[in-house]
């Protein structure tokens, strides 16, 4: 068990926790508030609350700051408004699953474990609740990106960061239609958006082929450019304003009778805390359960190919509708990302569910290449309405939430640190928190 730190150049060096509280086998230092769980979702909520005077530790066993989001597609999009569960979806789900190139998948020893899931997840289809979830999700990204921007700012990480807009790619006349039946509920809530002809897609992305119908064009959206080396980024910030990071694996949360919290840790040794914000993403399920928490959480396996040499310039993010996967400019390539597998968080990682992503790419963008391409699977914390678990229990003092933001976390993670830590240091939150209440579930 190691606390983390940051030299003047950035860079990780290590400091043996007895160092930190006296032994490591008895480690009982109280900070004022420990987060447990250091992706992306955890270190802006740690960053948020440090601004806001807190003493923050957090616990996070692997690199803190990039989580899953290291290997998103780096697509920042406010114009996610929508739940997953939508009819048009539900009607393409049975061909779907039987595609071996299609975007879902489900393990079949794994389908019985997501019974009572898919039931809350086609509940979301009933009208009044599709509505209220868009209601809620257009409120948490109103200025999810400005939010963004502005914490990217202060901690020096605004070189990964830039709009050049996002363009949604529409295969078939019939795919145009249906995604231009969502541009008046787009603007409805704000969001800028336009359709675009091929002609003027082939002068937006003259990498794409000539061969498609048309699309959809967000000019205001946004994209990271490095999302592992963004999260890294906003660690060393929090590192060099004095926050704490303990590289270690939270095993059990208890409140202690004076209320306060002790988290025990793989090595049996605990932290105590006044305060706990669960941000642990796909882990936080089996946390909370021996709090006697129901949380309906699957792990979408997420999966992405990276091209360093691609053969192809793109400026921008593309989303490809017909086939339900992106390609975005990195420093380091072209990424490739999208499919989704649930299976899990113990089995292996399927390679050709990232193989499939060049096999879907290259007839969109003429001379892809994959030469030295690599391969990555994430796993994605999805609740089956598709709104993240932002809030304060109901059930115990001084125990807060901040998880499940499926493939939203890097969009959405400054403004729900704002809204944690609006809660935590007791002022109201710019947004009805209600809609993303944990005991929505109960």
Not at 285 to 308: A, D, I, N, Q, W
Request: aromatic share 8%.
């Amino acid at each position: 068990m190691r606390l983390l730190l940051f030299d003047q150049e950035g860079a990780l060096t290590s400091l043996n926790i007895a160092k930190y509280a006296g032994t490591a086998s008895s480690m009982t230092a109280k900070s004022e508030v420990v987060v447990v769980g250091g992706g992306v979702i955890g270190i802006t909520s740690a960053l948020e609350l440090q601004r806001r005077g807190k003493r923050v530790l957090v616990i996070e066993p692997n690199d803190p700051g990039p989580g899953t989001s290291a290997g998103s597609a780096g697509y920042l999009s406010d114009s996610h408004i929508f739940p997953i569960a939508r009819s048009s979806m539900i009607r393409q789900l049975p061909k779907m699953l039987v595609d071996p190139l299609g975007p879902l998948v489900i393990r079949p020893s794994y389908a019985p474990h997501m019974v009572g899931w898919g039931l809350r997840f086609l509940n979301t289809l009933r009208p009044a609740r599709n509505s209220a979830v868009i209601v809620a999700l257009a409120s948490l990204n109103r200025d999810c990106l400005a939010k963004l921007f502005e914490l990217a700012a202060r901690c020096g990480a605004s070189e990964y960061l830039s709009r050049e807009g996002a363009l949604t790619v529409c295969r078939t006349d019939a795919d145009v239609r249906g995604q231009e039946a969502d541009l008046s509920t787009y603007r409805a809530y704000g969001v800028a958006v336009h359709a675009v002809s091929q002609k003027e897609m082939s002068e937006l992305e003259p990498a794409l082929t000539a061969n498609v119908a048309g699309g959809i064009f967000f000019p205001d959206e946004a994209r990271c450019a490095d999302p592992g080396a963004f999260g890294r980024q906003l660690a060393a910030s929090f590192i060099a304003n004095g926050g704490s990071i303990l590289r270690s694996k939270a095993r059990v949360l208890s409140q202690l009778p004076d209320r306060t919290w002790s988290i025990a840790l793989e090595d049996a040794s605990d932290v105590r805390g006044e305060i706990a914000v669960m941000c642990a993403g796909a882990w936080s399920k089996s946390l909370l359960r021996p709090l006697g928490y129901v949380v309906p959480l699957e792990t979408e396996r997420g999966y992405h190919l990276m091209l360093p040499t691609p053969g192809v310039d793109v400026r921008r993010p593309l989303l490809f509708s017909a086939n339900r996967f992106a390609a975005t400019p990195m420093h380091g390539g072209l990424r490739l990302a999208g499919t989704a597998e649930f299976a899990g968080l113990d089995a292996p990682m399927n390679p050709r569910r990232s193989d499939i992503l060049f096999d879907l790419a290259a007839p969109y963008l003429p001379g892809l290449q994959r030469g030295d391409a690599t391969r990555w699977m994430g796993f994605r914390p999805n609740l089956p309405d598709s709104l993240p678990a932002i809030g304060k229990s109901a059930r115990h003092v001084n125990l807060f939430f901040n998880f499940g933001h499926q493939h939203l976390g890097l969009t959405q993670s400054a403004v729900s640190a704002g809204i944690i830590s609006d809660l935590i240091c007791g002022n109201d939150p710019e947004i009805d928190v209600r809609p993303f209440a944990l005991s929505r579930f109960s």
